[in-house]
């Protein structure tokens, strides 16, 4: 699913980029010792909603409201999110970011900073955009080692998965 990077989900990201060489595990703990959160009394299932209360439009902005709410004002609303994006959090709201919006972000995160863990490597006369992929491979015509690598691997996963095999 490609996520649309809206303003609201921009300015989410921007509060968490001065958190980003942090460690997810000790933000949780920082906010979790601080008695002064706003989310010390409220019951946990008010942030961790079922599926079913975010189907509509309206039940979406109503969460959003909500979640907003409780967090204003919040000292550590900012730790809670970076920490949350952070941790790879797959679900919940988390630092004033409602679900579903808080999986959207987490998507956006995860794929901006995917090109920070791979190590760098020269390569000559490649210009590839998603270099070393599949999608580098047959969209952007890059033959590079590491693009024929993905590519002969996803077509073997694809005949395995035609087989019955994956």
Known sequence: MRSRVT??????????????????????????????????????????????????????????????????????VDECLAGAVLRGERYGSWGGVAQPDFQELGRLWRRKHAADDEPEVERVGCDATHHGTVSAYANYGCRCPDAREASRSHRAEQRARRKGVA
Do not use: T, Y
């Not at 303003?7 to 010792?33: C, M, N, T, Y």
């Open 7 to 76: 303003e609201f989900l921009s300015s989410q990201i921007e509060r968490v980029e001065p958190f980003a060489e942090a460690d997810g595990w000790k933000l949780l703990h920082l906010v979790d010792r601080r008695d002064d959160r706003n989310c010390a009394d409220i019951p946990v299932d008010v942030f961790f909603p079922a599926a079913d209360e975010f189907n509509g439009r309206a039940q979406r902005f109503r969460l959003r409201r909500q979640i907003a709410e409780k967090c204003k004002g919040c000292p550590v």
